[in-house]
């Protein structure tokens, strides 16, 4: 079973007051990326969180956006009473306030440097941060990669769908690639004793059978039959026999090698049916081309 490289997942939990969302999604890419939406305070955790994405996923571009919210009484700012003292006697020591009737007030204080500071026990904060995400980014992975399951199924079908039109088309060329040379004697020697019948002169025979071994060398397209055969059934057999390891870079490669046949033929053989078959040969591979760029 293949997998496709796009799918999402998300999980959530609430301990002690705080509640943690995580949402992992994926989308095509050639190699393996992140990029991760983490609140301030977590970004010490951005290294851990990838390995466990590195761990359960191959490829693509995966993106884990976490979100925290702390309801809990320990989430509250300390107030540091000594440097808010220091700032209203500074400024009941001011002249302006010395020679007018005003009232200070203390919300605007609040916002002043060292007033409020964070909550305490980071480090055990980030510790309990640590124990509750890690599960749940696993949870959205499970999720993340069973809808890369499904996804994968119905790109499974359509691959050997296209491998079944290439099949068919590429033995309806092999079947008339041998009479391209008989075509060929035939026009030829039509040719040959139209030209020298008014002339009353002959051409030897194996004048003949040399131009037409030289011919059917440069139009002989056997070779690239063969080797499309082969790419063909390994795709089929990866694809078939596949365990759920990592296959698209694979199929790249295949679907690479047989475009570089059916140009191969096109170019050499001369015969108009064969070309209108290999065009054909040549959109199924484009096809297939597309959908193995977002196979995992």
Known sequence: MIRS????????????????????????NKYFKTIMRLPEALQ???????????????RGTVTL???????SERAAYQINGAALDHYVDQIKKTRAVQNADSRIELGPLLNLPGVLQPPGDEEGRLHQSRDALVPLIEQACDKL?????????????????QHDVIAAYLERVAAHAPTVV????????SRIEALL????????QSDLVREIAVYAEKTDIAEEITRLRGHLRQFS????????????????????????????MASKSPSAEVSRLIVEIKGAIDRIKEQVLNVA
């Open 5 to 28: 490289m796009t799918g999402f997942g998300d999980a959530s939990a609430r301990e002690g007051g705080v509640e943690y969302c995580v949402e992992v999604k994926s989308v095509n």
């Open 44 to 58: 010490p955790l951005e290294p851990e969180f990838e390995i466990v994405l590195r761990r359960r996923l191959d």
């Open 65 to 71: 956006n976490i979100a925290v919210s702390d309801t």
């Open 145 to 161: 990669i069973e809808m890369r399951t499904r996804e994968g199924a119905d790109l499974e079908r359509d691959l050997i769908e």
């Open 182 to 189: 008989r075509e060929y004697e035939n026009r030829l020697r």
């Open 197 to 204: 019948a008014d002339a009353e002169m002959t051409v030897e």
């Open 237 to 264: 057999d990866r694809i078939r026999g596949n365990d759920g390891s990592p296959l698209g870079r694979t199929l790249e490669f295949l679907t690479q090698e047989m475009l570089r046949e059916a140009n191969t």
